[in-house]
């Protein structure tokens, strides 16, 4: 059973920084592209940031680009998203998917079908 389990939100004064973690299992974890996600009361989900297992080849909404580090520990079947100069807009729910082989990674995006998903995990920004 593919299971996807987010760790790490919290309450955080803006400029501050946490790190979420996406602990994986149930499937192939060095072949998937694992991608976080996020919703905001009243918006869309956005996808926040992706990373190929197969290559590392990572991907960044412009929104948080030069502040969020996404990377992978194979050993932990674990990708953890580090946020950085976070700022109030950055809060909502915070979810993972995973993404099995086809998939494409590029600096433009990650597209595939992010069919398992996680339970989230809510981050809150305060000014």
């Known amino acids: 059973e593919v299971q996807l389990v987010e760790s790490g939100g919290g309450l955080v004064q803006a400029g501050g920084s946490l790190r979420l973690s996406c602990a994986a299992s149930?499937?192939?974890?060095?072949?998937?592209?694992i991608g976080w996600f996020r919703q905001a009361p009243g918006k869309e989900r956005e996808g926040v940031s992706y990373i190929s297992s197969k290559d590392g080849t990572t991907y960044y909404a412009d929104s948080v680009k030069g502040r969020f580090i996404i990377s992978s520990d194979s050993a932990k079947n674990t990708v953890y998203l580090q946020m950085n100069s976070l700022k109030p807009e950055d809060t909502a729910v915070y979810y993972c998917a995973a993404a099995p082989p086809p998939y494409v990674c590029s600096g433009h995006g990650c597209y595939g079908d992010f069919g398992s998903w996680g339970q989230g995990t809510q981050v809150t920004v305060s000014s």
């Open positions: 149930g499937f192939t974890f060095d072949n998937h592209a």
